[in-house]
Nanobody, 122 residues
Framework: QLQASGGGLVQAGGSLMLSCAASGRTLSVDVMGWFRQAPGKEREFVVAISWSGGTTYYSDSVKGRFTISRDNAKNTVYLQMNSLKPEDTAVYYC?????????????????WGQGTLVTVSS
């Protein structure tokens, strides 16, 4: 089970850190990803990280502003979001993929958290 937290309301230009903690499952063997879904839109890929943390893959929309990291000892993945924009407003989901390849398609992820809402005001 994945539990995402850390969402909230922030002004444009501000920062938030999201966390995704796993229970009942060891994340260290999984590729982890963050996706987001804005109202009325499809769920979209944000970023993925390899099991070791050594490889990351960012969507162009967040590259340079967001940073993903993981602490396998704590079974937790983090998403540091800086320079937030109103268009970053969405429910953010963490997901786990059993495998070694970083993927951007949501259908290739096996486990999902419940989502945490991020609202960026202008």
């Amino acid at each position: 089970q994945l539990q995402a937290s850390g969402g909230g309301l922030v002004q444009a230009g501000g920062s938030l850190m999201l966390s995704c903690a796993a229970s009942g499952r060891t994340l260290s063997v999984d590729v982890m990803g963050w996706f987001r879904q804005a109202p009325g839109k499809e769920r979209e890929f944000v970023v993925a990280i390899s099991w070791s943390g050594g490889t990351t893959y960012y969507s162009d929309s967040v590259k340079g502003r967001f940073t993903i990291s993981r602490d396998n000892a704590k079974n937790t993945v983090y998403l540091q979001m800086n320079s937030l924009k109103p268009e970053d407003t969405a429910v953010y989901y963490c997901a786990a993929r059993v495998g070694i390849r970083l993927r951007a398609l949501k259908d290739e992820y096996d486990y999902w958290g419940q989502g945490t809402l991020v609202t960026v005001s202008s």
